[in-house]
């Protein structure tokens, strides 16, 4: 009940589809009992009389309850099931802007397959209950205690009779809830790992067939696929095998009530049509019982899943917004860090040591060193990707914390090492970041990165659809994609995470004498392996495990002895290296 609870913002708003749909079902139930009353009615009142003369009359009452029964049911189905799929719809949107605010340190451990899972079957799930369950509970409830009612009313001997047995059908029901409910959840779980193999194997097809491992994946899947089945098949045997039990428990309440109710009648202290009337009620009671096991059961599911969806609407955003972000009119792009150390994880290694530097509006600051040094990490700062466990982070002299984040992240372009393309049209990749561009724009920011020409050559142009993961595209051409996207934001801050790591020399040489003039005006970070893309800027840091070993300007470096020496060394002994091979072969 507290999962229930705690999601009620999601529902409360459809409330009233649920209260109109509770009052039909009243109706529905009211009218379910007066049945076999009528029944009782026509038999003793009207038949055992030979009042026939009333059979119009009952006929005709019959015929109105049945069209109040049928209208009730179609408004009470209609409206619960409003009710389930208006609050998921508010649900399901719930989740997914939860999704867009969570930060990056959530990705960090997610499961697509799992939040996907989440998204769909979970919520499904949660409908279930809320247009389905919720209701079936209360019309068990209901339908029990006016049943028992009536026939009290009728026989209070008879009724405790009929009813002897019903402890050992609950006892029954129980067992079946304990023992569906662990398959159940097998099932669920056999289901997801299925998923996650898909998707896995989905995902890195790449790399499945050019290592020749499909046959190796089949067999992982068949072992899914099996899992799966075993668990749907053992679940079906506890079903079939409940039922009829249950059935046989209920049949002997129905043979006790058959004897004792006809000697009762033989006595005559019942009525023939109070024997047939009971004969109905007590399948009233009796259906419900059997189902309850199967509703007791939804509610647990969804109970599980409404504690998987909290589990996504209640994680921590960590990154926060403050009330009144300080609104620049234009960000100069002057960044400093002061003293900034950054943990990703408590208790892990600093990724980032005491870093400090300061980049002037307009000027170029390469970052160099070895894999795992820290330099994206720098960049993730000024975005406030994470946040830095210590020390400052100041864009034009204020903290990052007090823009707001639209602005701060709308003023720093990236071009990441591995670029995301989403499957709709070149042209809709270009202006991701900013919707609103002109064909203009987006034909001069292609042109810009180098991209225009492939772009043209392409059957459709700027209208071709690219396929997931920006398939039917080369390395390269996903970098040159990414980088117009970044120029047509017009940020003040640019940062060229390995962007041309994936293009030739020839392209990187375009694409750098093209960057020269985007780069005018902007503070730019160039994260390069090769020296040749980062030489030319006003200073080079130098990382080695999260520390700075090394800054100054590519000619100060080259004289200093140290690591970049060495990095220049190595790189460009292969040039003479490769030209040497040259000479002394021709
Ligand atoms: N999201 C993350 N969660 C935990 N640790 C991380 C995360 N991102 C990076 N790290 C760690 O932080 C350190 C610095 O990583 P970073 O990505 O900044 O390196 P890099 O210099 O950009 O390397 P590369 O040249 O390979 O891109 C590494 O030890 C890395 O394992
Ligand atoms: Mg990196």
């Known amino acids: 009940m507290n999962t229930l609870f705690k999601l009620k913002a999601y529902y409360m708003p459809f409330k009233r589809y649920f209260f109109l749909s509770l009052f039909f079902l009243v109706v529905v139930t009211f009218i379910t009992i007066v049945y076999p009353i009528v029944l009782q009615v026509t038999i003793d009142e009207v038949v055992y009389l030979e009042r026939y003369a009333l059979i119009p009359v009952v006929a005709g009452v019959f015929i109105i309850l049945m069209l109040i029964k049928s209208i009730s049911t179609y408004l009470q189905q209609y409206l619960g099931d409003l009710f389930g799929i208006k609050s998921v719809y508010s649900l399901r949107d719930g989740l997914y802007r939860k999704l867009q605010r969570l930060p990056f340190r959530y990705y960090d451990n997610a499961k697509t397959g799992d939040l996907m899972s989440r998204l769909t079957a979970d919520v499904e799930a949660f409908r279930f209950f809320l247009s389905f369950g919720f209701a079936e509970l209360i019309r068990i409830a209901l339908l029990i205690v006016v049943s028992l009612s009536v026939m009290f009313f009728y026989s209070a001997s008879l009724t405790l ?56 994946e089949v067999g992982r899947f068949t072992d899914r696929n099996d899992e799966y089945r075993t668990n749907y098949i053992d679940t079906s045997n506890i079903w079939a095998k409940y039922f009829p039990l249950m059935e046989f428990v209920g049949n002997v309440s129905v043979v006790a009530l058959l004897g004792y109710g006809g000697y009762l009648v033989m006595q005559g202290s019942l009525q023939y049509g109070e024997l047939v009337a009971f004969f109905s009620l007590v399948w009233y009671i009796l259906g419900p019982l059997m189902n309850l096991g199967f509703v ?36 100069e792009g002057h960044v400093t860090f002061q003293d900034v150390t950054l943990a990703y994880d408590e208790g892990d290694d600093a990724a980032l040591k005491d870093i400090s530097f300061e980049a002037l509006p307009g000027t170029t600051i ?49 071009v990441l090492q591995e670029t995301f393309l989403f499957s709709t049209s070149i042209k809709e990749n270009i202006a991701y970041g900013n919707p609103e561009a002109s064909m203009e724009d987006i034909m001069d920011a292609a042109k810009r990165a180098q991209a225009h020409e492939f772009i043209m050559a392409m059957p459709k142009g700027y209208d071709t659809l690219l396929g997931e993961r920006g398939m039917g595209l080369s390395g390269g051409q996903k970098q040159r994609i990414a980088i117009a996207r970044a120029i047509l934001i017009d940020p003040c801050i640019l940062v060229l995470d390995d962007a041309t790591s994936a293009v030739d020399m020839e392209t990187e040489v375009r694409i750098q004498q093209a ?29 080695a495990d999260g520390v700075i070993t090394e800054r100054g300007t590519h000619e100060k470096l080259l004289q200093n002895g140290g690591p970049y020496q060495r990095i220049y060394d190595i790189q460009y002994q292969d040039k003479e290296m490769v030209l040497n091979t040259v000479k002394s072969s021709s």
């Not at 959840?185 to 299925?194: E, L, T």
């Not at 599980?304 to 403050?322: F, H, P, T, V, W």
Request: a positive charge; hydrophobic letters at 40%.
């Open 515 to 543: 960057l020269k003039e985007v780069m005018k005006g902007r503070t730019t970070f160039i994260i390069a392996h090769r020296i040749s893309s980062l030489k030319h800027a006003d200073e080079i840091i130098v990382l």
């Open 296 to 331: 007791i059961n939804l509610f647990s599911q969804s109970k599980a899943s409404g504690e998987r969806l909290l589990e996504i609407l209640q994680a921590e955003e960590e990154i926060q917004e403050i009330k009144q972000p300080f609104q620049s009119s234009a960000i």
């Open 161 to 216: 009779v009929t009813m002897a047995a019903m402890p050992f059908l609950l006892v029954v029901v129980f067992q079946f809830d304990k023992r569906v409910h662990p398959a159940f959840r097998g099932i669920r779980k056999a289901f997801g790992n299925m998923n996650t193999r898909v998707q896995e194997n989905i995902s890195g097809m790449t790399t499945v067939k050019s290592l020749s491992r499909e046959d190796y």
């Open 366 to 414: 390469g970052l160099i060193g070895s894999t795992g040094s820290g330099k994206t990490s720098i960049t993730q700062l000024m975005t406030r990707f994470y946040e830095p466990q210590q020390g400052e982070v100041l864009i034009d002299g204020k903290p990052v914390q007090e823009y707001g984040l639209k602005q701060l992240r709308s003023s720093i372009g990236f």
